[in-house]
């Protein structure tokens, strides 16, 4: 048997946890996840390095510990070096791993950037229980059955994930469904509506307003020592000096689908296609909001673990 095959035949390798995390989280400091698609597969180089690293240190600023997730050489890691995140940015030899992905990229040893889903299960296992994002994925227009594994992994996985809402390119009110049908609560960050990530609002209600990060924190822990299980979605709209209005992003979204529907791309590569036509449509207006919610996600996330954090050393005591 040779090396290779022994690899293959042998346990899968470790979480790697990063020794800055590992001590946040002996010390019961706060903790915030970050996903790595949006570095390897969501924005143009070298602009998804300068947002990596700028996002590490929003959350560094806010005095949490950014934990940035991602399966390097078949190695699930929770925080990266900046080395590390130069090679997400600059290889095209990193996969996009979901759930159903990540068992492979372990075994082959692969290179692989994580989505919602897969950041949500990582971080979880090293214990970390607050995570932002950009946006999440949802049920697809015209194809209810096409139900990104974002979702699934919300309703089982203990986490608070904070985002601008899903994905421009959704079903929207599809999504909100599923999410209420499995238990999802939905929370508005300073607002009764639900984001649609580059717009401040997609006129569908939240289940319930927030004004801090305090609120999410204590709604989190009801939600989670009740046995609820699962996810708590915090929805935070993009900042207003940067977001586009409904309309401008609804005519872009349209385009894209129509010229994704024309060139046959479907599958991984639809989401990525999308959002590259949605920039060149809007002249990077698109880009510029989609860098600007992710910053301000960061803020509020660094914020609601720095609650949850205080919240775990008052029930130990």
């Not at 889903?117 to 971080?123: E, F, G, P, R, V």
Request: charged content about 20%; aromatic content about 4%.
């Amino acid at each position: 048997m040779d090396s290779e095959e022994r690899n293959l035949a042998g346990r899968p390798p470790a979480l790697r946890i990063s020794a800055p995390v590992a001590e946040a989280l002996r010390a019961g400091r706060p903790v915030l996840a970050l996903e790595s698609t949006v570095i390897a597969h969501g924005l143009p180089y070298p602009t998804n390095l300068q947002a990596a690293l700028e996002l590490e240190q929003t959350a560094l600023d806010a005095g949490t510990q950014p934990a940035t997730v991602a399966v390097l050489a078949g190695v699930p890691c929770v925080g990266l070096t900046a080395d590390e995140l130069r090679l997400l940015a600059t290889s095209d030899q990193v996969r996009k791993l979901s759930r159903r992905d990540l068992a492979v990229a372990m075994a082959r040893r692969l290179h692989g950037a994580t989505t919602v889903a897969a950041t949500m299960i990582l971080a979880a296992r090293a214990g970390i229980r607050v995570f932002a994002t950009g946006g999440i994925g949802g049920v697809h227009r015209g194809a209810a059955h096409d139900v990104s594994a974002d979702l699934p992994e919300l309703a089982r996985t203990p986490m608070v994930v904070v985002c601008a809402g899903a994905k421009a390119i959704l079903d929207l009110p599809a999504t909100l469904e599923w999410l209420e049908t499995h238990g999802v609560p939905v929370l508005g960050y300073g607002t009764r509506h639900f984001p649609a990530f580059y717009a401040v609002s997609s006129g569908l209600p939240v289940d319930e307003m927030i004004e801090s990060a305090d609120e999410a924190a204590a709604i989190a822990s009801a939600h989670w020592a009740w046995g609820l299980g699962g996810g708590v979605l915090v929805a935070v709209p993009p900042p207003a000096e940067t977001a586009l209005p409904a309309e401008t992003v609804e005519r872009a979204v349209s385009a894209a689908l129509a010229e994704a529907e024309a060139a046959g791309v479907r599958g991984r590569s639809l989401t990525p296609f999308l959002l590259s036509k949605i920039s060149q449509l809007t002249d990077g207006a698109s880009l510029t909001a989609n860098l600007a919610l992710l910053k301000r996600n960061v803020e509020v996330g660094a914020g609601i673990a720095a609650a949850l954090a205080h919240v775990s050393r008052v029930e130990r005591e």
